[in-house]
């Protein structure tokens, strides 16, 4: 019989806060059989705590109180790696990967947790250099693979209220949106990137704009700013990209947006993806 394997990820912005806040409710209600997390901002232990009987598998960043990826699942996952790129890439508390078993079938996971960066500034460089790493990681990751998390840029206008106001800010830098170009684009095929350039396209899916269409957002995060959740001028930054195969599985996709913005336990919403097996 197929049986749809609900996959959810999302920026907790620090987990403990996010327990705390009142992320149990959601998931308990929210039936997942595999969680991402990104931003945990603490240790192994922590993370324990707030997933109790969870079996987790993550990379914590050296310095205490940054970024940290993790996943979570019902089941063991007994292969994992974190590396990415070589020794000059700095990808410490930002790419976990689990290869897990469903049925006969093996399906690798990613939390990913691309650099927020700064134009002009190295933070910027080592932005592009995860890129780099990311892109060139992609085509190993196997036929059903899902590179999921909170990955810093808004790939089209659809993707950002206030597209207009944000041309030369990171987030959405030409550089950075062509990146998604190549990921996106035809297997094997030239793709024109928005930055001018010319690359060749990985044949990866994005889950959430094939399943949305062609619509501003759904956005994922809202700046604390002003009354950016009120009025949903947000950014759509978290993902599920999707290996060709698996994105033909996709059963349903949503974007669980609080209420208001006092019943939020992130600045990010969690994005919640079934998949056919």
């Given at each position: 019989?197929?049986r ?10 620090g ?20 969680l991402t ?10 993370l ?6 969870w ?24 292969v ?7 020794d000059?890439?700095?990808s410490k ?5 689990a290869?897990?078993?469903v049925g006969?079938e093996t ?18 460089v080592?932005k ?5 790493a990311?892109?060139?990681?992609m085509?190993q ?11 810093n840029?808004?790939?089209?206008e659809?993707d950002?209220?206030?597209w ?12 950075e949106?062509a990146?998604?170009?190549r ?16 690359g ?19 956005y ?9 959740f ?8 978290d ?13 349903d ?13 992130s ?9 056919t097996?």
């Amino acid at each position: 019989m197929p049986r749809n394997l609900r996959i959810a990820s999302v920026n907790v912005n620090g987990i403990r806060a996010a327990a705390r806040k009142g992320m149990h409710g959601w998931l308990e209600q929210a039936d997942v059989d595999i969680l991402t997390l990104q931003e945990v901002r603490a240790e192994a232990s922590d993370l324990a705590a707030a997933l109790p009987g969870w079996h987790i598998v993550g990379d914590e960043a050296l310095a205490k109180g940054r970024a940290g990826v993790a996943i979570a699942a019902r089941e063991p996952l007994d292969v994992w790696r974190i590396e990415l790129g070589d020794d000059t890439l700095d990808s410490k508390g930002r790419w976990v990967e689990a290869d897990i078993r469903v049925g006969d079938e093996t399906l690798t996971v990613v939390s990913a947790y691309v650099f927020t960066g700064e134009a002009d500034t190295e933070k910027q460089v080592a932005k592009y250099a995860f890129l780099d790493a990311m892109e060139a990681r992609m085509p190993q990751l196997g036929e059903l693979a899902l590179i999921t998390g909170d990955l810093n840029v808004g790939h089209r206008e659809f993707d950002i209220r206030n597209w207009k106001g944000n041309l030369k800010k990171a987030g959405f830098l030409p550089r950075e949106r062509a990146y998604f170009d190549r990921f996106l684009g035809a297997a094997g095929a030239p793709v024109a990137t928005v930055d001018g350039a010319t690359g060749t396209g990985l044949g990866w899916v994005d889950v959430g704009r094939t399943w949305a269409g062609e619509v501003d957002g759904p956005y994922s995060w809202w700046s604390n700013r002003g009354k950016a959740f009120d009025t949903d001028t947000g950014w759509r930054i978290d993902y599920h990209l999707a290996t060709a195969a698996l994105a033909a599985r996709v059963a349903d996709y949503r974007v669980v947006r609080a209420p208001s913005w006092d019943t939020r336990w992130s600045d990010h919403a969690p994005v919640v993806a079934d998949y056919t097996f």
